[in-house]
């Protein structure tokens, strides 16, 4: 059977091209491999290599010829058992449209409409009546959520820097090691991006690995195996393969330790779909998001901040504790502004709320828990009750959570809001050293005071 | 609170008095090829020939517009994916590869239909469409990737072997990567975390002499990437990639090693990919010569061929196989044309595993 050559593709965006010269003639034997033709594309010259066998019977496009489309028919071949002269153009078959099949009667639809509704409803479960409240750290629930997931999963371990002899750099992993032992505690050397691609190999193995990094700062030497390994996996394979890892550890600003070690990488993560971000203020939250972290199939950034792990809070006494991603709590009822906020910057809010009811201002707190998948739906609902509402973040406002609520609030809550959305971030600095020029760079509970004020126009 | 210092392993490599580099090569020296029974013999072939049409089609599909964005032919290195990969045990090894992964997907006997209908995009594809030329798996057979990123492979790799030193299963892991990869800061990030911890796990430097553009000799200081291991008291390999049998005999050895205990291995198969570095590299930094004199004196398929005639087998044999392998090839390009694309619905799914 006559073979069609067509103009190739030489590149993944070339659409037309020139043949500048036929190296083979009419009547020429080829084999696989022969170089056939030369083709220019508008970055380079290529060689155009034979991939049948047989005899070049016609030559349909003559050398020279400009802005042949990419699957022109420009040559037949005659297989080893036809006469070449047998073969004309006339024989030809109609041409394909490029860069299609033949899979013509396709319906083609809006990408929005595929977009699966979220699943609602999911609530935090009921504390029985009765139930004992401890007093607990977030450094001690953090703990205490790895160790009951270890005893309860075989696969789940831990990995990191100084996270097992040491006892950990931040004693989160405190005495993991005397109960699991070496095999399920393991100590890494200081080799991030190394031991990022070991854990997440690992749960590509069926493992539940919990890789912590001493600090987030320091995963940006990881983050492409956060990002590119983890979090595309199960979408590049088709739900193929799952990549179940947990990466934890402390986030944001500490206490006079630089730029370089003072940054909240929530926006970062949380803007990567396939990754689930968690980030925590209290204690209560923290071990019933990362227990069910921990559980889940896909992989979670877990942002802690190292200055709530020494902070106590109550926390319910019950034998499993696990609380639903993917849902924003309330923690202050009010009526007049909305405060939403994450992590570390919560307590400065509640604060703020507590110094605005002094002033007659009922202001609502809403602790975000997760940004990714983030809760619309209670920060829109708050919205529809208060009419008002600020961001409060401990973190650059530029592409900020704070930028991704006020875009929430402008496209679906626009016609509830009395006042313009308000950010309150950190100031658009890498943090200072200097303890007075920090201070001035970092979010405080006057600020967001203020900001709650004026939406409410009350100076 | 002085605790007794618990060591990951009861002896780090550092402490091994006995350690000797090369031990492996010296081993392989003596007896450089694979003893294959004829069977064998005609499997390799079959399996090194459905690579290279496979291949050759891919290639003309990408002309013809059928294959979009990256495409990374195997052309030339099919000896170094058929001799390692015959020698795993399926049940239990897991492999993980780069871009450049078609033939180590074939090796497996994984149907050349939905990997050629992942490489159009399809929904009949092996990742459903959603991955494309580079980021193909098979969890069925303990596939990893099909991985974008150079070198990324390595560390996750090293990862797998984790699970399988976790699970104590006896398997091990295959990690291949290139020249180019061999560069990367994270391979030696690997390298010391599995030798420290004695991984499972066999390196496998596919050095094909060009980083993309680049020859090995303009962007690495040591060519001899066997010896790269040196330095975390990993034992290297020399092999030569073009010949099936020696590259069976490399992998004989080596997973022996590793699956004895010994920690890993760094294999470095020297070979050479005729085509360009993907569909759209031009390749105008080697001669035609010199990719000619590899094609007329190298090339791995020729090379077991005239082993096979040497056996006795006939020309006509040999052309049998390959019409065979063709029709398979023809069937695979024609059912990766026609399949229809992904419904749009398929957009949103995947993303996650759960709902929240």
């Known amino acids: ?459 | 609170m002085a605790k007794p210092p618990k060591n990951k392993t009861p002896q780090s490599p550092a402490e091994n008095p006995e350690f000797a580099l090369h031990s492996l090569q010296k081993e392989f020296e003596k007896s450089k090829r694979y003893d294959a029974s004829s069977e064998q013999l005609r499997q390799f072939y079959e399996q090194m020939l459905l690579i290279r049409r496979f291949e050759e089609r891919a290639g003309q599909l990408y002309g013809l517009g059928l294959i979009g964005g990256f495409c990374h032919l195997y052309i030339g290195q099919e000896a170094v994916a058929i001799g390692l990969q015959s020698a795993l045990d399926g049940d239990k090894d897991s492999v993980i590869t780069g871009y450049r992964d078609h033939g180590h997907m074939l090796a497996y006997g994984i149907d050349p239909k939905v990997i050629m209908a992942e490489l159009t995009g399809r929904e009949a594809g092996i990742s459903k469409g959603k991955g494309g030329s580079m980021h193909m798996f098979s969890t069925e057979h303990k596939f990893y990737g099909g991985h974008g990123i150079v070198g990324a492979q390595v560390a996750l790799g090293g990862g797998l072997a984790l699970a399988h030193q976790y699970n104590e299963d006896g398997g091990l892991c295959l990690a291949y990567f290139g020249d180019g990869a061999a560069n990367q800061g994270q391979v030696y990030e690997t390298f010391n975390m599995a030798s420290l911890w004695k991984l499972p796990i066999v390196f496998v430097v596919e050095n094909n002499q060009y980083a993309m553009g680049t020859a090995v000799g303009r962007s690495s200081a040591e060519t001899e990437f066997y010896r790269r291991g040196t330095a975390f008291r990993i034992p290297g390999m020399k092999v030569n990639g073009m010949d099936v049998l020696e590259v069976r005999q490399a992998a004989e050895i080596a997973f022996k090693h590793v699956r004895e205990g010994r920690g890993p291995v760094l294999m470095e198969c020297e070979t050479y990919r005729y085509r360009g570095h993907s569909m759209s590299d031009p390749a105008k930094y080697r001669t035609r010569e010199e990719v000619q004199d590899m094609k007329d004196h190298k090339d791995p398929i020729e090379g077991l061929k005239k082993i096979l005639i040497e056996q006795g087998n006939s020309e006509d044999e040999l052309k049998a196989i390959d019409k065979d392998i063709r029709k398979v090839v023809s069937e695979a390009a024609d059912f990766a044309e026609n399949s229809p694309e992904p419904e749009a619905s398929e957009l949103y799914t995947d993303v996650l595993v759960e709902e929240y």
């Open chain 1, 1 to 459: 059977m006559a073979i069609e050559i067509k103009m190739p593709a030489l590149s993944p965006t070339m659409e037309e091209g020139t043949l500048a010269k036929w190296l083979k003639q009419e009547g020429d034997e080829i084999t696989a491999g022969d170089i056939i033709a030369e083709i220019e594309t508008d970055k380079a010259t290529m060689e155009f290599e034979a991939v049948d066998e047989g005899t070049l019977s016609k030559i349909l496009v003559p050398e020279g010829a400009e802005n042949v489309a990419v699957g022109t028919i420009i040559a037949m071949l005659a297989g080893e058992d036809e006469d070449a002269s047998d073969i004309t153009a006339e024989t030809l078959a109609t041409n394909d449209a490029s860069g299609e099949g033949k899979d013509v009667g396709r319906e083609s639809s809006e990408a929005e409409i595929t977009k699966p509704a979220k699943k609602s409803g999911a609530t935090d479960p009921e504390v029985p009546h009765g139930t004992n409240m401890a007093t607990v750290t977030v450094r001690e629930a953090l703990r205490d959520a790895m160790a009951e997931e270890m005893r309860r999963d075989e696969r789940v371990f831990v990995m990191g820097e100084e996270v097992a002899q040491y006892q950990g750099a931040y004693k989160v992993t405190q005495g993991l090691l005397d109960e699991f032992g070496p095999k399920r505690v393991i100590d890494t050397p200081i080799t991030e991006y190394g031991f990022a691609g070991i854990g997440t190999g690992a749960a590509m193995g069926g493992l539940r690995p919990i890789v912590e990094f001493m600090t987030f700062n320091f995963a940006m030497q990881a983050i492409d195996h956060i990002i590119n390994s983890a979090a595309k996996t199960n979408y590049m394979s088709g739900g193929q393969m799952r990549c179940p890892v947990v990466f934890r550890g402390p986030n944001a600003a500490a206490s006079r330790v630089g730029a370089q070690h003072s940054q909240n990488y929530g926006p970062w993560y949380a803007s990567v779909p396939g990754l689930i971000v968690i980030a925590p203020y209290d204690a209560s939250d923290a071990k019933g998001l990362l227990k069910a972290a921990i559980r889940c199939e896909d992989p979670v950034v877990f942002l802690e901040n190292e200055l709530v792990y020494g902070r106590s809070f109550e926390l319910p006494e019950l034998d499993d504790h696990v609380l639903p991603i993917g849902k924003a709590r309330i923690v202050r009822e009010g009526s007049d502004v909305t405060i939403v906020s994450y992590s570390i910057a919560v307590g400065l809010a509640l604060k703020a709320a507590a110094e605005l009811a002094d002033e007659g201002i009922d202001a609502e707190v809403i602790d975000l828990r997760t940004l990714r998948p983030l809760d619309k739906e209670t920060v829109l609902e708050s919205l529809k009750k208060t009419n008002r509402l600020v961001i409060a973040e401990e973190g650059w406002p530029t592409c900020s959570i704070a930028s991704e609520i006020v875009a929430i609030c402008m496209e679906e809550g626009f016609d509830h809001l009395d006042a313009p959305v308000t950010r309150v971030c950190d100031e658009d600095v890498p943090l200072p050293y200097a303890a007075n020029l920090e201070k001035l760079a970092l979010i405080d509970t006057p600020k967001i005071v203020k900001a709650a004020k004026k939406v409410c126009y009350r100076d």
